[in-house]
């Protein structure tokens, strides 16, 4: 268990750093920004570092505050200027269909409310169970199913028929 | 085209193709976050208004001296050596004058740290850290004029008082593992009702303030006595979360509320019953986009306004009126304001604490030199007359003195 110093932290942050980059990037959709995401996260958790040994389940601590950094920077919309093309305007046709299909995927995830969009991604891309998606988001079970349920309406409303779903089986 | 399929396999099969690994070599510097967290950890500025988790940079690096070694609590309080200063003082003196600091006793502890106190400043309430192996639970302590006048032990972990009134009233918190809001009054320790919650602040009638629900997404809430079921206090329609943090003697209430998808910001509940947001200041001709309360007295509040821009958050300092609804930017050497006193006088924090009095005339309280090491102050309590602060230092090694400041 963490005892608060640094060696420990520096340990911790090792060990754990490609899974955070990796559900940053599940996220937010983009290396750089996954990087800013996770520097965000081990930044703050050093700042709290001190009294981590109270904390019971330390990776949830530290993937609820991921996800919070992620909500924070959506919520003060400093990464809307970069974010992949809009529906309105999907990559070119000659683009490789998967890419096209990730590119369209992605800009209009990345309209839906954060919320939601956290919720989705953590329950389907990360494969999380309600209950940790809502312990990292700080509500209950209850709102995760809902907001699953109006985050997957919203994107559906978002794509149209743009997305045809080739691969479920 | 998703008629044969739930909603849960539908959305996996739709967003199968963002699964992936993020490419190229990760940009994250370990040491970097080190060395920005430290100096967040002082600052203390990511913790905004919910001062709950307003961490303390500290760590249970208490060494390894017994808390036993703390004296019973004493039925009489010990003579005052330094007598409290008193608020009907004839002439208030124009500036606080003779600052001296002491280090509260802690009866042997290395470390130990003041969360709150009380308006006449003879009150002040800590918390200590024992030893490296009490684990979670933390020894809160009550000092009465300088000295230890109990110790108080709650359940569950990371226990705190947060205020103090000046019959010995204290209010806080503790998580079990959800926050529990807790009282202490005449020797007993009883919880609030209401469920998960915590108690933020209590004035002289005792009535206290916080919030209900979770840490971070609570409600604010009221309990008008400690054994009164909360209320909860009115919000604007789309409030998502909010916190009462502080209460007036005349029972005007502070706090903060959140809309859904946006920060918080300053807002007050008043004995006339009215409620409404702070209005946010002007801050060199721009609109601030947040005003960041920290405390209220006597019809004044003070605290700090937000600005974000593009790549970047700045801060400037406010004291506010609730009669005239104007604000007063305070100079940066006032320091990030932490307190106000009934008479309007001002303390902040800057490389050490100051008092901002009339005039905007500032006063650098003094350092507690025998910490070794650079030292940084953050201050939890100042008294009406504005002339007793208590706090706590924090420096290399992560060691805390908890502190008082007297003025004449």
């Known amino acids: 268990m963490a005892d608060g110093s640094d060696s420990d932290y520096v340990a911790y942050v090792h060990g754990r750093a490609t899974a955070l980059r990796r559900t940053a990037y599940l996220l937010c959709g983009d290396a750089h920004q996954a990087d800013d995401l996770v520097q965000e996260t081990i930044t703050k958790l050093y700042a709290r570092w001190a009294r981590i040994g109270r904390v019971e389940n330390l990776d949830g601590y530290v993937h609820s505050i991921l996800v919070r950094a992620f909500l924070d920077e959506k919520r003060r919309g400093w990464w809307k200027v970069r974010l992949g093309p809009p529906p309105e305007t999907p990559a070119p046709p000659a683009a490789h269909p998967d890419v096209e299909e990730r590119t369209v995927l992605r800009a209009a995830l990345s309209q839906v409310p954060a919320r939601q969009q956290a919720v989705l991604v953590l329950r389907f891309l990360c494969d999380q169970p309600v209950a940790d998606v809502a312990r990292a988001l700080g509500c209950s079970e209850g709102t995760v199913k809902s907001q699953t349920s109006h985050g997957l309406a919203a994107l559906r409303r978002i794509l149209g028929d743009r997305i045809q779903i080739g691969s479920i089986q | ?408």
Not at chain 2, 88 to 111: F, H, I, Q, S, Y
Not at chain 2, 137 to 164: C, H, M, N, Y
Not at chain 2, 374 to 396: I, K, N, P, W
Request: aromatic share 8%; glycine share 12%; charged share 25%.
């Open chain 2, 1 to 408: 085209m998703t008629n044969n399929l739930d909603d849960d396999r539908y959305a996996a099969a739709l967003l199968r193709p963002l699964a992936g690994e993020p490419s190229g070599t990760p940009r994250i510097d370990v040491a970097r976050a080190m060395a920005e967290g430290r100096r967040r950890r002082r600052s203390r500025w990511w913790a905004s208004g919910a001062a709950v988790v307003a961490l303390t940079a500290t760590t249970a690096a208490g060494g390894t001296l017994a808390f036993s070694a703390v004296g019973r609590p004493s039925p009489e309080p010990r003579p005052v050596a330094t007598p409290a200063p008193s608020v009907t003082a004839a002439a208030p003196p124009a500036r606080p004058r003779d600052c001296r600091v002491t280090r509260l006793p802690t009866g042997g502890v290395e470390k130990a740290l003041v969360t709150g106190g009380d308006p006449s400043g003879r009150w002040v309430v800590g918390r200590s850290y024992p030893t490296l192996s009490s684990g979670a639970a933390r020894p809160l302590l009550i000092w009465k004029d300088g000295a230890i006048a109990e110790t108080v032990r709650i359940g569950g972990s990371d226990q705190s008082f947060e205020d103090i009134n000046s019959r010995g009233v204290a209010v806080g918190l503790t998580f079990e593992p959800d926050a529990r809001p807790y009282a202490y009054s005449n020797g007993k320790v009883s919880q609030l009702k209401g469920g998960e919650g915590v108690a933020m602040a209590v004035n002289d009638a005792g009535v206290a303030v916080g919030s209900l629900g979770p840490v971070y997404e609570g409600m604010p809430a009221r309990w008008d006595s400690l054994t009164a079921q909360p209320r909860k206090l009115p919000v604007p329609a789309g409030t998502e979360s909010g916190e009462a943090v502080d209460i007036d003697e005349a029972g005007n209430i502070l706090g903060t509320i959140a809309a859904k998808g946006k920060e918080k910001s300053g807002y007050l509940w008043l004995t006339d019953g009215t409620h409404r947001r702070m209005p946010l200041p002007d801050v060199d001709g721009t609109k601030a986009t947040m005003f960041w309360p920290e405390s209220i007295r006597n019809g004044w509040v003070v605290g700090r306004s937000v600005i974000d821009t593009e790549r970047e958050r700045s801060f400037a300092y406010f004291r506010y009126r609730i009669e005239t609804a104007r604000y007063e930017r305070l100079p940066m050497r006032s320091g990030m304001p932490d307190g106000v006193a009934a008479n309007g006088w001002i303390i902040g924090t800057a490389q050490r604490p100051v008092i901002t009095s009339e005039g905007n005339v500032t006063t650098m309280l003094p350092g507690y030199a025998k910490a070794k090491g650079r030292q940084d102050y953050l201050v939890e309590s100042f008294s009406d007359d504005g002339l007793t602060a208590a706090g706590y230092s924090s420096g290399e090694g992560l060691s805390n003195h908890p502190l008082l400041w007297r003025c004449r």
